[in-house]
């Protein structure tokens, strides 16, 4: 049974960095896990996602040069290294697993098949 269980999310202000893990059990990658997140009254988004044999990164253009996704594929651990952080920052945030080659693309709800239950960032002035 696959379970996703991240952690790391705390209160921090803003210019402030932050790492979120998310240890992954029961699940071996093969095509690409994700972090997402979702504010409040917003539909959650894709923001970062490492896909492929070889750990491609992608990233939008909200956190582009300011997060950066990594795994460890020793510990089955997705990171989110996350500096720079504002105030729209703050969401929850969610890691994602892909199960299946079926993709709709990196940051698409739909390509995943795994959730964790989401850690809370809060980003304040």
């Known amino acids: 049974q696959v379970q996703l269980v991240e952690s790391g999310g705390v209160s921090v202000q803003a210019g402030g960095s932050l790492r979120l893990t998310c240890l992954a059990s029961?699940?071996?990658?093969?095509?690409?896990m994700g972090w997402f997140r979702q504010a409040p009254g917003k539909e959650r988004e894709g923001f970062a996602g490492?896909?492929?044999?070889?750990?491609?990164?992608a990233y939008a253009a909200s956190v582009k040069g300011r997060f950066t996704i990594s795994r460890d594929s020793a510990k089955n651990t997705l990171y989110l290294q996350m500096n720079s952080l504002k105030l729209e920052d703050t969401a929850i945030y969610y890691c994602a697993a892909q199960g299946t080659p079926y993709s709709h693309g990196w940051n698409s709800i739909r390509t995943y098949n795994y959730w964790g239950q989401g850690t809370q960032v809060t980003v304040s002035s």
């Open positions: 029961g699940y071996t990658y093969r095509y690409g």
């Open positions: 490492i896909y492929g044999a070889q750990g491609v990164a």
